[in-house]
């Protein structure tokens, strides 16, 4: 609660992605379960909802220029991370071997990690990693 005006504190609505490559970015997040309209592939932004209401965008650099001269593509580490959480531990290694297969860029293969979960790292088109993950051991 903002307690200077009674309103509600703000809540996080949307996850934006830049890329230099919209078909590519889009096929990459399909191919985890991302219900994105068909032939969005050509425009400049794309917006899908998840399941619970918040939002993920798409936006090709040049969009982001438009409004924003000076931006320029980062560089370096990670500043945001993504994360898919799998059924169960056989479906991090199905999922990694599906993007793999369809020729996206692995950062870390499939692992048990001493945290107690399956985990995998995987780069979407523009190199944000995206990780895959599923407890071990189902929830007690």
Known sequence: ???NTNRPAP??????????????SLAFYRLLGLDVPPGAESAPHV????????RMLW???ETV??????????TGGDRVALAFRCADP????????????AG??????????VWGQRYAV???????????????????
Do not use: F, N
């Open 1 to 3: 609660m903002d307690t």
């Open 65 to 74: 220029r438009s409004y924003d001269p000076d931006w320029t593509r980062p």
């Open 11 to 24: 809540r996080l609505d949307v996850i934006g992605l830049v890329t230099a490559d919209m078909a590519a």
């Open 47 to 54: 917006e899908v909802t998840l399941p619970g209401g918040t």
């Open 90 to 101: 056989g479906q991090v290694d199905a999922v990694y071997e599906s993007l793999t297969a």
């Open 122 to 140: 995987m780069l979407d088109p523009d190199g944000a990693a995206v990780s895959l993950y599923a407890d071990r051991e189902p929830a007690a």
């Open 104 to 113: 996206h860029r692995a950062r870390l293969k499939p692992w048990d990690a």
């Open 59 to 61: 936006d090709t650099e």
